[in-house]
């Protein structure tokens, strides 16, 4: 299957900081790339779905000024974690599909804010 | 509106039994419906999905799944458990006929614990 390379796998933060997470699809274009969050032994919360060039769409109760969003091109997309705190410390996974497929998953992305 | 229901939220079964994991669905369009592993720390791998084609649906690692449509169901079943089964598994739905680009909706998630 396609793949999508999230990075970094973990990252530790001091708190007001804030926190950068990449996702990559690597052998396809990602038109539409998929932000969830995960606590811990509960399900993927959705956080937002953005499109290439276009602005992210954000699931309800999720702060667009907190969690920044950028899919600026067919193969990249950002979260930016501002001004972190200690209660955003959770594990993001992205996903990225193209029109054709189903979405695949990164890796993931533990973050610790301390 | 899609949802999906996964009963039990965790289920232990000895090396070499059956597995059966549940899920329901709720979708008010024809769905696609999928099957996701998760091991620790690690994202979701696909195991298999039904997109409208044979019912009985054959996945990776041995795993098949079966669409019923009368009982709104997409269970998992494994003939022989495998200790590297031993993970969280994430039924999921998808609008993919839909407007919102083939969001995926996911149940809570059924640990399986695999004894020896």
Redo the contacts between chains.
Sequence with gaps: ?AV?S?HP??VICKSGTSVKIECRSLDFQAT?M?WYRQFP????M?MA?S?EGSKATYEQGVEKDKFLINHASLTLSTLTVTSAHPEDSS?Y?C?A?DPYT???????T?LTVV | AQSVTQLGSHVSVSEGALVLLRCNYSSSVPPYLFWYVQYPNQGLQLLLKYTSAATLVKGINGFEAEFKKSETSFHLTKPSAHMSDAAEYFCAVSDERGSTLGRLYFGRGTQLTVWP
């Design positions: 299957g999508v999230q796998s973990w539409t998929f032994k509960q399900s993927l959705l779905t499109n594990f996974i996903s599909r189903e979405a695949f998953f990164g890796q993931g533990r």
